[in-house]
């Protein structure tokens, strides 16, 4: 099986601009998580979408928006981007369990705003 | 409100001397304890987690961590460690009942020396 897929791997913005970062969950899963990783920090929880509802949402700006498809791909919107918004990017898909979940990383996207 | 300090930043060990990478959390509710791995341009890997019952945990590639909860901490250990060991190493927390997103610490760097 796959593991979860995000694309693009890399990404090179200017400020202002808007950007769209992609995320295919394994299969079967059903629930989406994205994370920001700023270059020497730990990840930091952006959103989370559950059957295609947003179940969590992290201390970030209006100009951080997300959605998830009826096949559980999700995508992560970016406006107005700062140069603070260089990060890597990470999506984690996860069944839901009650023992708290056990989360599965993609690979990441870099954005680099420049 | 939770919190992970991960005390060490950057920690140099020789190849198969002994290691450990301290966390700590802070936490009003219970948690559950997770560390991660993450090698160069490469998403997070589970290494480990603790949900319950025994405090000492055993994971994959040789690692474990103990569970304090009057020191607060989840120590990573591994008794020899191997140049592949050489990654960034982040501890997680997730909150009990809460929204299931993890915080993390701000990682440490393993660097294993030949």
């Known amino acids: 099986d796959a593991g979860v897929t995000q694309s693009p791997t890399h990404l090179i913005k200017t400020r202002g601009q808007q950007v769209t970062l992609r995320c295919s969950p394994i299969?079967?899963?059903?629930?989406v998580s994205w994370y920001q990783q700023v270059l020497g920090q730990g990840p930091q929880f952006i959103f989370q979408?559950?059957?295609?509802?947003?179940?969590g949402r992290g201390n970030f700006p209006d100009r951080f928006s997300a959605r998830q498809f009826p096949n559980y791909s999700s995508e992560l919107n970016v406006n107005a981007l700062l140069l603070g918004d260089s990060a890597l990017y990470l999506c984690?898909?996860?069944?839901?369990?009650?023992?708290?979940?056990?989360?599965?990383f993609g690979s990441g996207t870099q954005l680099s705003v420049l | 409100a939770q919190s992970v300090t991960q005390l060490d930043s950057q920690v140099p060990v020789f190849e198969e001397a002994p290691v450990e990478l301290r966390c700590n959390y802070s936490s009003s509710v219970s948690v559950y304890l997770f560390w991660y791995v993450q090698y160069p341009n490469q998403g997070l890997q589970l290494l480990l987690k603790y949900l319950s019952g025994s405090t000492l945990v055993k994971g994959i590639n040789g690692f474990e961590a103990e569970f304090n909860k009057s020191q607060t901490s989840f120590h990573l250990r591994k008794p020899s460690v191997h140049i592949s060991d050489t990654a960034e190493y982040f501890c997680?927390?997730?909150?009990?009942?809460?929204?299931?997103?993890?915080?993390f610490g701000t990682g440490t760097r393993l660097t294993v020396i030949p």
């Open positions: 979408y559950y059957e295609k509802e947003e179940r």
């Open positions: 997680a927390v997730i909150p009990k009942g809460g929204a299931n997103n993890l915080f």
């Open positions: 299969s079967g899963h059903k629930s």
């Open positions: 984690a898909s996860s069944l839901w369990t009650v023992e708290g979940e056990k989360l599965f």
